[in-house]
């Protein structure tokens, strides 16, 4: 069976209502935090990527015991150094950044040194931003090259609380320090540019010795030592990073509308959202409610006559980070030029996504200005592709291989889309929704 798609008609006016796959972020959370739990934690709706079943694994490799029954996984934690494991074991983050970088603060103390290995595109992505902090705790970290996976991490017994400033917006980088000071002696301050909190908000909801002071532009954050946690359950949300797809799409269709259900919306992820409605998208939440500490909702969305250029609020990046290959679709269509900075978090990805936005933008015969940080998009809104366009060689990134999809779907032409594989690094039944949706009159 080929390993790619080939995408050669527009998809029509629909008007529906889906169900998305769980939230990644908060999946490999429940699993990381259920493994450091006294006793068995069970998730519904966990979603089943292959980032998600890589943090399964790696907790199994552990000593930790994982029960799957229909739509429940029960994870029977052996308490928070509960890990056991023999002598050079490895452990293999595969395509996973959140699970390599997570991980490594929960094995800062472990008895025995742990080999970390990743895929290609992992092993090409700097893991120095975390182990230089996590080694100011007392563990010691032998890289490739000084950057790169594979890499050897020989624990500490004498685990020191540090502080720590995170500048990036990195929620890998300050979630890392936050495991690792879960462990620590003392207290470790973190102060961090803002980013996603969905591990301080688990943390909170788990009633963890760690406080959280929001100011405008950073959070201060308390950590100190946890002597247990105990086992607790979790329904997952939709995911909206992979909410947005569809967003996109139903924005760039005529005359649709859909609503996605109980969407995750935390404030820290929703920067997609308030980048769209700032190009003039028409998105409403219906049915809000707060469910362990987290904000979830419907999505609804109805594609607007025109779209809006926009020169984006930099302080929107950190929330939308992931979702910017398919906002530069959005810009694509709009009137006028759209302007991205400060972006070379991007970079940090399963691919170097800015080049490949731009370099997706370019073969649709969009005229784009990229530098290292930066994209000028200059829009059109009568744009209609009467070309083949093939995408390839990108690293296997599911965010290129998913973004070209809905490129392919509303900008017409005949798309040859490779790598179709990539796309159960986070939501395996894409394809499978999207051909429903087509088919939707």
């Known amino acids: 069976m080929p390993n790619s798609i080939i995408v050669n008609k527009k998809i029509k006016t629909f008007n ?47 000593g930790i015991k994982v029960k799957f029954n229909k739509n429940e996984c029960k994870v029977y934690g052996r308490g928070i ?75 500490s017994s ?31 301050f973190i102060k961090a540019k803002k980013s996603r909190n969905h591990t301080e908000l688990l943390c909170k909801y788990l009633n963890l ?8 532009n950073y959070d201060l954050i308390k950590v100190n030592k946890v002597k247990k946690i105990k086992a ?20 760039l269709s005529k005359n649709s509308k859909i609503i996605i259900k109980n969407v995750n919306i935390n404030p820290s992820r929703i920067g997609i959202i308030t980048i769209l409605k700032k190009m ?27 779209l809006k250029s926009i020169n984006c609020p930099t302080r929107l990046n950190s929330g939308a980070i992931d979702e910017f290959l398919v906002i530069f679709l959005i810009a694509a269509k709009a009137k006028g030029v759209s302007y991205f900075k400060d972006l070379a978090e991007l970079d940090q990805k399963e691919s170097p996504r800015l080049q490949w936005g731009a370099k997706i933008l370019s073969k649709m015969g969009i005229r784009v200005i990229v530098t290292t940080n ?48 990539s796309m159960r690094t986070s939501f395996p039944n894409f394809l499978s929704m999207i051909n429903e949706l087509a088919r939707c009159r």
């Not at 742990?114 to 975390?130: A, N, P, Q, T, V």
């Not at 540090?162 to 620590?184: D, P, T």
């Not at 009467?386 to 599911?398: C, M």
């Open 209 to 216: 010795p760690i406080s959280v002071k929001s100011k405008k």
């Open 81 to 155: 150094n509960g890990y056991q494991f023999k002598k050079n074991l490895t452990l293999n983050a595969e395509n996973s950044g959140t699970l390599g970088r997570l991980i490594l603060g929960l094995l800062i103390n472990t008895k025995y040194p742990i080999k970390l290995i990743g895929d290609k595109s992992l092993s090409k992505r700097d893991f120095k931003r975390i182990t230089d902090p996590l080694s100011n705790f007392g563990a010691t970290f032998n890289l490739k090259d000084k950057k790169n996976l594979p890499l050897i991490i020989n624990g």
């Open 374 to 421: 930066s994209i000028k998009i200059f829009g059109n809104p009568n744009l209609n592709i009467n070309k083949k366009i093939i995408i390839k060689d990108y690293l296997k990134d599911h965010r290129v291989f998913m973004t070209s999809i809905i490129a392919g779907l509303t900008f017409g032409g005949t798309g040859e889309i490779h790598d179709k594989d």
């Open 232 to 251: 607790f359950n979790y329904k997952i949300p939709s995911d909206i990073s992979s909410s947005a797809f569809f967003i996109v799409l139903a924005t």
């Open 280 to 306: 003039g998208v028409k998105i409403i939440f219906k049915n809000k409610k707060i469910y362990k500490g987290e904000q979830n909702a419907d999505i609804e969305v109805t594609s607007p006559k025109t």
């Open 16 to 62: 529906k209502e889906i169900t998305v796959s769980g939230d990644k972020s908060i999946s490999i959370r429940w699993v990381l935090f259920s493994s450091l739990a006294t006793g068995i934690s069970k998730a519904q709706n966990l979603l089943m990527s292959e980032d998600v079943l890589a943090a399964i694994k790696a907790i199994k490799e552990l």
């Open 158 to 188: 004498n685990l020191k609380s540090f502080k720590y400033l995170e500048k990036r917006g990195s929620a890998q980088c300050k979630s890392a320090v936050i495991l690792g000071g879960m462990k620590s002696d003392g207290t470790t």
